[in-house]
């Protein structure tokens, strides 16, 4: 290949799929052009000195980058221009209601341009979907990748449609959601369709059938599916993943409904994956995704070593993580809320004659009420602080992470501090003030727990309502007990 020095384009080359695709390339001798629409972010990926400059073209091993939309004609074109192989790998995820058709729009403008620049041949990366359904009955999400798939073979330019399923890799959203549902969670109740069989394969070995896929015949214009070696039930995958890397068993009970958008804002709440980015992968589990044929292994064969399990791919996946965070966090930001709760509750004393003599709103709830609504809140607060903290971290946020354990921090000495002032040093005053201050942090504590995702400060709200009210109580007592500051 090296040799030949044949030019590549490899489109979403900053996706995970794509960037993996075109290192391999590269590291094979390509001369790999990268459309993307900034180059500065090409740039900025961390491939060595393999991307040349822009008034550069890339030799053997080089990639070099045109800045465009694979949405215009214009710039497609001028990115195909001597192109021998293009990888088309491209997915909006997006939610639009036309996403379907603008996804299969922008593949035509893409195979018109490679039909016109004499393109040799197009690889594309689809899904793995029922053969028995039609494409009108399946996800959008499956659909789109169904109909963009026919629209590049129908371009005239021959096309290897590659069909798969759940990518298991560092970088694969399906993948993350298994791996933080399954590290997370000890077990769930879950929709009917997590007994669905899914054919998951390595990105090992898919990089392997892409990259592969160039040396096709010409005359070969179709679909390939490619997966593991095993088809296996969504749940299976979350209790496989946590034996692989020395966990617990995962147990699963099924519910008889629930909707994507429900199931996509429960991942948002407990994963780091984003409901808008969960819904479209939970619409592409809505079936079986399982393999029909392997005709492509005889053509490249197969991945060397062969297919790689379930079990190596995801102990590979997870060999530089740190799969233990959760845990450390969890342990952490419960011990630092658990302290809080029993200093609040030792300072409190709502039996002695002080507190019984004091003046009460006609608002201020039963007594009972107040162990209720508390124990309630610190188990939301160690949970969705939990979450949050893990999530930056997962993320690499670690400025934000600092900051949102510094303002858990403050509100929890903020919590205990008003039983203190209230009930122990008996300062109405104070522990009226500290009460607005308290309630001006659990609502900026909310506010920044919506940004790590909208679902956890949903959750998290209730504890600003209630501190919020709170600073209404505690203010009021002081006001109607003016000779008790």
Do not use: C
């Amino acid at each position: 290949m090296t040799e030949n020095a044949q030019l590549a384009l490899v489109t979403g080359a900053t996706g995970y799929i794509g960037g993996q695709v075109a290192q391999e390339l590269l590291r094979r001798g390509w001369r790999v052009r990268l459309l993307s629409r900034s180059a500065e972010k090409v740039r900025g990926l961390e491939w060595g000195n393999a991307v040349v400059g822009p008034s550069e073209s890339a030799g053997p091993g080089q990639a070099e980058v045109v800045e465009g939309d694979a949405s215009s004609a214009e710039d497609v074109a001028e990115a195909l221009e001597g192109v021998d192989v293009a990888w088309y790998l491209l997915h909006s995820m997006g939610d639009s209601s036309d996403f379907v058709r603008e996804e299969v729009e922008m593949a035509e403008t893409f195979g018109h341009a490679a039909r016109e620049a004499r393109v040799g041949r197009i690889v594309y990366l689809g899904g793995l979907h029922p053969q028995d359904e039609a494409v009108e009955d399946l996800s959008d999400h499956l659909r789109s990748r169904v109909e963009v798939g026919r629209a590049l073979m129908d371009s005239g330019v021959p096309t290897a449609a590659l069909q798969t399923g759940v990518v298991i890799g560092d970088g694969s959203s399906s993948f993350t959601m298994i791996r933080h549902l399954s590290e997370r969670l000890p077990g769930a109740v879950a929709p009917q369709w997590v007994r669905n069989r899914i054919q998951p394969i390595a990105v090992r070995d898919v990089v392997h059938y892409l990259v592969g896929a160039a040396d096709l015949p010409q005359d070969v214009n179709r679909t390939f599916d490619v997966g593991g070696p095993e088809a296996i039930e969504y749940a299976e995958m979350l209790d496989q993943y946590a034996r692989a890397v020395g966990k617990g068993r995962r147990f699963m009970l099924t519910a008889p409904v629930t909707t994507a958008s429900l199931a996509a804002r429960w991942i948002g709440l407990v994963t780091p994956v984003s409901s808008k980015l969960a819904r479209p992968l939970i619409g592409s589990l809505q079936h079986d995704t399982v393999m029909h044929e392997r005709d492509l292994d005889d053509y490249i064969g197969a991945p060397e070593g062969g297919h790689t399990s379930f079990a190596e791919a995801a102990r590979s996946a997870v060999a530089h993580v740190d799969t233990h965070r959760w845990w450390r966090v969890v342990l952490g930001t419960s011990a630092a809320v658990a302290t809080t709760a029993v200093v609040g509750s030792v300072a409190s004393a709502p039996d002695t004659r002080w507190y019984k003599s004091l003046r009460k709103p006609a608002f201020q709830p039963p007594a009972w009420l107040f162990p209720v609504a508390w124990t309630a809140l610190y188990a939301d607060i160690a949970a969705v602080g939990s979450l949050s903290i893990a999530d930056l971290g997962e993320q690499g946020r670690t400025r934000e992470k600092r900051a949102y354990i510094a303002a858990l921090g403050v509100n929890l000495v903020l919590n205990a501090g008003w039983s203190v002032l209230f009930f122990d040093r008996k300062r109405l005053t104070a522990a009226s003030v500290e009460s607005v201050l308290l309630a001006a942090s659990s609502a900026d504590l909310v506010r920044r727990t919506a940004k790590v995702s909208p679902e956890k400060g949903v959750v998290l709200s209730p504890y600003a309502a209630w501190t919020g009210f709170a600073s209404v109580l505690s203010t009021t007592i002081r006001a109607i007990n003016p000779r008790r500051r």
